[in-house]
């Protein structure tokens, strides 16, 4: 009965759980899953962005960032913020407005939505008369004018959304005034463009899509001018003195147009296609920005050769005799110049250009000579090659922080010197109260090494594992080679390249040792490379071994893909960690779990056939040992990818007929055989037949039993300085866990120091414990005399952590994925259990041990373990009593690439990817607890004075700390929701994540 | 025609003689000489096995602690293909078939017993659940036969306070051929399961249900509603006025949390059936440090047994009391037994000395 009494609600302990344990989603990392527009707000300094799921984004200095969601979550397609206010209007794809303000609330501000509207014409009218194609805040602050589908420009007053019916501007009005042999009806459909003029408010541009230009007297309700373009309409811009305005058009041409007051219906002045004479595409956009030296910045969107380059997504810079495209990964959704925003001033200077793509947001600084990219604070591209692992290390030690740095910092100098340009808004948010690392492991055999200490996650340094091997593609093939007469003039700019050139080299674990900077990386083609760090470029030999998994079985073939060939002779590696030993397991399966132990200098590996031990001291295999089960015939034909398990439900199947034909349809532009992709998406259609046949969705209920596939598939690998023998005698050990429910201990002679390496490191097997639920093994955990876990390896010879208690017994705790179990050492016999499973019907995804300090006090800290659930739950459980304390919903179950993604860091925090480019930072620690706290000054609303502010009034920002805004978090939730409510980011969530198997 | 007797007498434990002698003795006892009986004992699982040669008998004998029970019937009574791999409890299912149809009884396949027996099903807590549920306990210990079943989602019918409701369920899809499941006859295709191991699968997904169930699959106890209802046993009008005896039964868990617990399904005795891990130590030869399963089981089973041999006892001293001679054969007292715990005590506690594991219900 013992089971069902739970514990009496123990009011002390019940307090202490409540100032040591709290949920909170804190902030996003990483870049906005399918971006669909963009703002800027030259007052507030303030960026927006809004995404196809209907999130929007405001980001500012490093450190402000707000987030809203729009309750609809449709697209969202334009952002305008109001002039001079602390407001912006959104238009969704459902022909919906929307006013956000930024509020100040508690200290901080905070992003709210305040009115929504749309726009409802006559009864009767078809829904394209009130279609909104252009939206204008006017400078008066008071209204906004809408451009219409049917060419009707509907005036509604802000903020109430009122519209003011009799200040629309019909068609019919407009041609009155425009002699009719030029024009007719047709010429006034769909407004395309609407701009202010920028001396005289009173006077509005109105661009239609069939060419037709007027520049409307809004005092007078009349057209004063109007112009005649012969080409489709895209886009308009004022010139700052409101003399001229240029037009781009669809057949990517540009026309500057005369305004004077003498000439009612002036020619064009100039009229250019800057990629012609050959068919071009569309300029969508264009700006002309003045400059004191007189050559003005031409600064547009598109216009490249149809034939040759249509496929490119470009952005034109033309400056004087200097010419650059700047050629984007991925699709340009929209950009903007950071110019002087002073009234006053006489040149629009520009400074920089700020281009938002699909994948990646590229700042190009125009101040500097050859326009170098500036390296945004924010907004990293997570997902510039898919992510297939991440590692957090905690608290960094400072020095290996300025040596990571400092690496990074020399692979950052083609990067410009610019302050971020973006720099609106206070952050208020403390100092974060330690350096943290998050690495992440990516499909093209890199590591990126992100600080994760604040709100922004920002790269500090990239490691490439690339160079040890010898791969088909060459490294050199480089974009820059570009010679001095090419036409058009590309550039490449931008990170994200998805492409892998051989997935072998993806990584698949990473391990860091924070005090002795060695780093173990370990990939797909069952390679393990251990690294050191080095503050000097060198050029050495790595030294290669090769681990023998499968040992004296016989009679297996491998089926998977052959390991990767190295590089004979000294490698040339640039400043930062360098590898020095290569052990590649053979068959060359991928690396399912690895353990460094920088202290001994060992090193540890494991694939689904077994695990190995490296001396990487005297670059020596210790030992291998094969945890293959003789049936298990799945586990030696190839890599997990290629097994077809019957458990996939249909949906699953279905879900990889459609990635498949999404990602072949991705590939086309690269050197795609049409031919392969048919054959490809035959097959995948077969295989869904075949998988359709096993419906309906139903599960077998079966003892799991010694002969199933992967038990021997090394789960976890863990070190440890324990009583294994005897209770006398402690020494090192290793410890695996397999998926069939199999721990083996193994008891390490390391040599003393000083004999390090003139003795060989010795191992022997002391335990074999098969668990009878034969549950996957997903953590092992000794824990000293005082019930904590053993130190991290060097953190007792740091200071940083108490020695273990060597007196009182020791214990082991297995974690299964369905059970906890505390077993006595040395003699290993059964103490303690909790069965998740059993009880609750969830299994253990992810688990780690981490510390949970009292928010009330500083003296009280505790460790627990925090659990992640293939439901998505996480479970926060006591040591070493194993008692559930709290569980908290956080991925959607079937967010199968979150949960997978999910890292926990040492202090109660963690991440997941919500979407293939962003983490979603969420912390379990009333303590420690990194989100944004921000705050925008509202400048004084004056009453209608319509002139810019000048910038003074920006500097003066005062910032009062506060409590944080329950609100944002709130809609920190609904945005997850949001996105995995999307079938498609669910997809490619998910191919991002498998396409790194 | 035998009415429900109750008889005790002693033997030498360890000097038990040859059945011949036993059975004279029994025939002699019950003074039924002249009739040909079969004569079965409760075995430390409760299972009903059969008596019938010497070397069963002894068995019988020395595995009695400290009581054998000694069931006899006709011989032209007895099913013999319920004895073997069924228990006793499996006995009502018989019997409901036999009363129900006659005709379909299996002919008599008289083949030699064998002599020790394992469960691998049964069927608990018949008392304190409603009679359209069915709680089934599978044993896997060392069975080689696979589980075998598939479970899948649909829809069920529940009765609430605002009428019918349709709610999402758990059901049996699918037997496999030869797997243990099929072979207990307990569970059939489209039952719903309700709980496994005493946790409600009510707003559990089929992959948690599924996970739950594999999770205990070394001892899976599953609740079902099945999908045939007419192999319910049935409780005699008679009997159902006097429900109150349930809580008689059960007021020993009243104090019990959840309101979903088994009832005769001990936690400790959980932890009991589960099969140690196995500890290799240097890497020798396998050690199996595990206890002895059917020691620890069947001395727990016997602490929970002796509340129902109490009740045992009261049923049988008032079907006695009642002087009702019907034609109830040993079946028909059994299912009443199971079914019918009642609460009229004719003779105080302990009035007859019985103890030792009865009947495992």
Known sequence: MRRFLRPGHDPVRERLKRDLFQFNKTVEHGFP??????????????????????????????????????????????????????????????????????????????????????????PGSPPSATQVTAVLPHSSREVLYLGTESGNIFVVELPSFRVLEDRTITPEAVLQRIPEDNCNRRSCELVESLREHPKNPDQILIGYSRGLIVLWDLQ???????????????????????????????????????????????????????????????ISKIYWQTTKNGLPYIIFQGGMPRASYGDR??????????????????????????????????????????????????????????????????????????????????????KLWERIISAGSKQNIHYSSMPWPIDGGTNIAPDPPQRDLLLTGHEDGTVRFWDASGVCLHLLYKLSTVRVFLTDADPNDNMNTLGEDEWPPLRKVGTFDPYSDDPRLGIQKIYLCKYSGYLAVAGTAGQVLVMELNDEDAEHVVDHAEADLLQDQEGYRWKGHEKLKTRDGPVQFEAGFQPFVLVQCQPPAVVTSLALHSEWKLVAFGTSHGFGLFDHQQKRLVFVKCTLHPSDQLALEGPLSRVKSLKK???????????????????????????????????????????????????????????????????????????????????????????????????????????????????????????????????????????????????????????????????????SEEQFKVFTLPKVSSKLKLKLTALEGCRVRKVTVANFGSCKTDDYSENDLAVLTNLGDIQIISLPFLKLQIRYPCIRKEDVSGIASCVFTKYGQGFYLISPSEFERFSLSTKWLVEPRCIVDVPEVTSNNHVHKSGTENAARKSSPGDCGEDERKSGRLMEHALLNDEKVLKEIQSTLEGGR | QFGAEFRRFSLDRYKPGKFEDFYKLILHIHHIANLEVMIGYADVHGDLLPINNDDNFFKAVSSAHPLLRVFIQRQDEVDYSNFGTNTLSRKKKALVALRNDNLRRRPHINISMPHDFRPVSSIIDVDILPETHRRVRLYRHGCEKPLGFYIRDGTSVRVTPHGLEKVPGIFISRMVPGGLAESTGLLAVNDEVLEVNGIEVAGKTLDQVTDMMIANSHNLIITVKPANQRNNIIRSSRMSGSSGQSTDSTASHHSLPTPHVLQNFHPDEMESDEEADIVIEGGLEPQHIPKLHSLTSSSLSRINGSSLSHRLQRDLVLNNSSGRESNGNIHKLLSSLKTDPRHSLVIPRGGIEEDGTVITL
């Open chain 1, 220 to 282: 007078n309700n009349k057209a004063t001018h109007h112009f005649l373009g012969s080409q489709q309409l895209e886009n308009l811009y004022w010139q700052r003195d409101g003399s001229k305005f240029i037009s781009c058009h669809y057949d990517g041409s540009y026309t500057q147009w005369p305004v004077s007051s003498d000439n009612r219906q002036p020619e064009p002045l100039e009229n250019t296609v800057p990629y012609g004479p050959f068919p071009c595409k569309a």
């Open chain 1, 649 to 815: 439900s249909l949906r699953q199947s279905f879900r990889r007929i459609r990635r498949s034909r999404v990602s072949s349809r991705k590939r086309r532009g690269g050197s795609g055989n049409a031919s392969e992709v048919q054959e490809a998406n035959a097959k995948f259609d077969q295989d869904a037949l075949q998988e359709m046949e096993l419906a309906p969705v139903q599960r077998k209920i079966e003892a799991r039993s010694a002969e199933d596939s992967f038990t021997g598939f090394v789960r976890t690998l863990y070190f440890a300085d324990t009583f294994l023998r005897d209770s006398s005698r402690h020494c090192p050990s290793l410890w695996a866990g397999t998926n069939g429910g199999t721990v083996y201990a193994f008891c390490l002679r390391v040599p003393p120091a000083e004999r390090r390496m003139d003795e060989p490191v010795r191992a022997e097997q002391a335990k074999e414990i098969q668990l009878m639920h034969r549950a996957p093994v997903v953590g092992i955990l000794v824990l000293d005399g005082r019930s904590t876990p053993l130190p991290e390896p060097l953190e007792v010879a740091h200071d940083l952590s108490k020695s273990p208690d060597m007196q009182g017994s020791h214990q082991l705790l297995v974690v």
């Open chain 1, 313 to 398: 997504h470009s952005i034109s810079v033309i400056h004087g005799s200097q010419q650059t495209a700047f050629d984007f990964t991925s699709r340009v959704i929209d950009f903007f110049i950071i110019f002087s925003s002073d009234p006053a001033a006489e040149f629009d200077d520009p400074s920089a250009l700020v281009v938002l793509a699909e994948e990646e947001l590229v700042v190009i600084d125009l101040k500097s000579a050859g326009w170098p990219a500036v390296h945004p604070p924010y907004l990293a591209s997570l997902h510039c090659s898919a992510i297939t692992c991440s590692h957090h290390v905690s608290n960094i030690p400072l």
């Open chain 1, 33 to 122: 899953h399918q971006p669909s527009a963009l703002g800027y707000s030259p007052f507030l300094r303030l960026m927006a962005i809004g995404t196809r799921s209907g999130a929007i984004k405001l980001y500012g200095a490093p450190g402000v960032e707000f987030m809203g969601l729009h309750e609809e979550n449709n697209t969202v397609m334009q952002i305008h913020f109001i002039p001079d206010q602390c407001q912006l209007v959104t238009l969704l794809d459902d022909n919906s407005l929307h006013l956000w303000s930024l509020k100040q609330h508690g200290g901080t501000s905070e992003l709210l939505e305040e009115h929504r509207f749309t726009l409802k014409g006559p």
